[in-house]
């Protein structure tokens, strides 16, 4: 992962603590700030704070002060509060204030840990600028924020890190790094805004004004931290990470990485900022979003964020999405993924909403898959809050569309467009789409209102299939259904969750039958659960007679690759045999699943004297080339110095050799979300497939490919 860092230099300016607590400024000296310890298991509320000698205990010292440039805020690892943290004042850009951890690197993140209630916050930085806005060489120096906040658990609040601004001066500078955040909902919240108890816009708006404790307050004058006149009604959705406040004024310059947000209604929520960079981040069960911002945002990449899961208990009763967007300006997304999110039988449950005022957006390179509506909604309102310039190119879409309220929300790309000018533009996606019986075909992009008139949408270079059923898993469920699976000869039988093939005399063999799809195969993974021992191998019908895959030698249990042949089978061949042959009279094998592996390879050609195009895919089944990085591709013999990307399954590599025949050459790829979609096809592109059936992708029959979280390819 990324690391990126602040260094730290001396400051023009000392402020000096008192043991009161009470700041004196002084801008004659120079210093780089004061560490402070705390540590829950063995600090002292009369100690001095620091040294990790003299580490205080609680929060209720340095929740009254006002920090410094330079000052450093330190939990040790290990240990755990049950109280909120507060974070006042700032630094500037040589000198953050900082809040992490210390102690054993073994130990576990120090962790805060709170109730889930409505005034539940896990940190709350708030008059971060208490010396802006002024005109004094001070206050200019302090115009920034400056503020890094890292190596932190933070758990059961309604709010995980609440970032609030009460004064009238611009803030920037932030970072959020390496955090973990759980478990973010306030259930007497969701409860209300649920539509089964009549969730609505009024009672939204009752609730988004209902006090939730009037938080502290920096007092400009006497630079003392007073405990009310803070406010506390600008936040509504239980959110990870949260950036709002009762000024105007725009808050920039933030990075957000390397946090894991689990079971957060929303993710990361922002009004009224500027340059802000969020990439390598990751949310499940939410029903808000990874990502929010409205309210005057502009200028804010997304990268590898990844939301896997919605809510299985509530649905927003205006409908639930993976992220959202509403009046904001040059945005761009890319290479994240959007999954999993439910709509429980009412609105939307969509990947990704554009809801107005979205103006000057790339969503590139992005995968939609397994949400309950269509992959992305775009609601168009009227000038001047309709959309402008919206380019989606290069995405994949599949498996949505699971549990849509009505046929008519049976589109991937939902459209509430108008017509006039081209303001929405669909490039070179791939959409693979299933059949559904409440509407038939699904069509990949429509208006609703107007289908078929798409208005101002631009259309050009996508990719459509349509999924009937791909499923290649054969499990066996402890009832004793074997999926297809019947005795030919032997008999066959399951138990346990475990199909048994057991040989009269020296063979056993049963006859399954292939999901109709028109996929092709060319292999099959095997999972042995016993210490069967003897050989296995297929038989099955061609044009040209009965076909013989290769023998396999089965030694005990273990997981085991079965060619087929050296052609493809297709996806709606039947009546193949699995035919067992056990080194002794009688013999019997257990199988925990029989898996058929896609047609899937890379083909790399010579695009130039240092260039290689790589496409991904196989006969029958294209895959999509999700963007990895240069370093996470390599080619043996060749230095990979650049990668670009061509379209939805090429990617061009430059390279410092000269490049000579490719043909045999062993591809390798990293990359979390080309790992998981490479999977995902090894597993099979069912719409039925749950959150948690994604969590065992990357699983034995996935291994044969996935070797330490990598896909390999020999190019044909």
């Not at 030698?553 to 996806?571: R, T």
Request: aromatic share 10%; net charge negative; charged share 20%.
């Amino acid at each position: 992962m990324q690391k990126r860092f602040i260094s730290l230099f001396l400051s023009a300016i000392l402020l000096i603590s008192t043991l009161l607590g009470v700041m004196i400024m002084s801008t004659s000296c120079s210093s780089a700030g004061t560490t402070y310890y705390i540590s829950s298991s063995s600090g002292n509320d009369s100690n001095s704070g620091t040294s990790k000698g003299s580490a205080w205990k609680s929060f209720e010292k340095i929740n009254s002060l006002v920090l410094q440039p330079g000052d450093k805020v330190l939990l040790k690892r290990g240990d755990v509060w049950n109280e909120r943290l507060e974070i006042y004042g700032g630094g500037d850009e040589k000198n953050p204030v900082t809040v992490s951890s210390y102690g054993d690197k073994k130990a576990p993140k120090p962790i805060i840990k709170l109730n889930n209630t409505i005034n539940d916050i896990c940190l709350l930085i708030s008059d971060i600028n208490v010396f802006g806005g002024g005109d004094s060489e001070f206050e200019k120096l302090n115009a920034n924020t400056n503020i890094i906040v890292e190596e932190l658990d933070l758990r059961n609040a309604y709010l995980g890190i609440y970032v609030r601004e009460e004064m009238s001066a611009e803030n920037k500078g932030l970072i959020i790094r390496n955090c973990d955040i759980a478990e973010i909902w306030c259930d007497e919240i969701l409860r209300q805004l649920a539509t089964e108890n009549g969730g609505s816009v009024d009672k939204m708006n009752e609730l988004g004004d209902l006090p939730k404790g009037d938080l502290p307050k920096v007092n400009k004058n006497s630079m003392k931290v007073e405990p009310t006149g803070g406010g506390a009604g600008e936040w509504l959705l239980a959110t990870a990470i949260r950036f709002s406040g009762h000024s105007s004024k725009i808050f920039s310059d933030v990075e957000i990485y390397n946090v894991v947000m689990d079971n957060a209604v929303v993710g990361i929520e922002g009004i009224r900022m500027d340059n802000v960079n969020i990439h390598d981040v990751i949310n499940t069960g939410s029903y808000g979003g990874i990502v929010r911002f409205s309210a005057n945002c502009k200028n804010i990449t997304v990268n590898r964020a990844r939301l896997m899961g919605g809510s299985e208990n509530y649905t927003f009763f205006g409908g639930t999405c993976g992220s959202f967007l509403g009046d904001v300006d040059n945005v761009t997304v890319s290479n994240c993924e959007f999954a999993y999110e439910y709509n429980l039988g009412e609105n939307d449950g969509c990947g990704f909403d554009f809801e107005y005022a979205c103006n000057h957006i790339n969503f590139i390179d992005n995968v939609l898959h397994h949400n309950d509506s269509g992959g992305i909604l775009f609601m168009q309102l009227p000038d001047p809050q309709a959309h402008d310039s919206i380019t989606l190119s290069r995405n994949l879409f599949y498996g949505n569309m699971r549990r849509t309220k009505n046929a008519g929300y049976n589109f991937d790309v939902i459209l509430y467009n108008k017509n006039g000018k081209d303001n929405i533009f669909l490039t070179d996606n791939f959409f693979f789409s299933p059949e559904r019986a409440n509407g038939g075909k699904t069509k990949f992009y429509g208006n609703l209102g107007e289908q078929g008139n798409l208005g101002g949408t631009v259309i050009s270079g996508n990719t459509t299939k349509y999924l009937t059923e791909y499923r290649t898993r054969f499990s066996f469920n402890k009832d004793g259904n074997g999926e297809g699976f019947v005795a030919h000869t032997g008999s066959f039988n399951v138990s346990g969750g475990k199909a048994i093939l057991t040989a009269e005399g020296k063979t056993a063999a049963t006859l399954l039958t292939l999901p109709i799809n028109g996929y092709c195969y060319n292999q099959a993974v095997v999972s042995v659960a016993n210490d069967a021992k003897g050989v296995l191998y297929c038989q099955y019908k061609t044009a040209e007679g009965v076909t013989q895959s290769k023998e396999i030698k089965i030694n005990g249990a273990g997981v085991y690759l079965l060619p087929l042949s050296s052609e493809q089978i297709a996806g709606n061949m039947t009546d193949i045999l699995l035919i067992y042959k056990p080194s002794s009279s009688g013999g019997s094998i257990e199988m925990d699943f029989l898996q058929f592996i896609p047609d899937i390879n890379a083909t790399a050609v010579k695009s130039g004297n240092n260039t290689v195009d790589v496409t991904f895919g196989g006969e029958c089944f294209p895959m999509l080339a999700i963007s990895p990085d240069k370093k996470d591709i390599s080619l043996d013999g060749y230095t990979v110095t650049a990668l670009e990307k061509v379209n939805y399954n090429t990617v061009r590599l430059t390279v410092s050799e000269s490049v000579a025949s490719l043909k045999g050459q062993r591809i390798t790829v990293n990359g979390d979300l080309f790992i998981a979609y490479f999977a995902d096809i090894i597993n099979g592109l069912d719409c039925d497939r749950t959150a948690a059936d994604d969590a065992a992708l990357l699983g034995a029959s996935a291994q044969q490919y996935l070797y330490g979280g990598t896909a390999t390819f020999i190019s044909k």
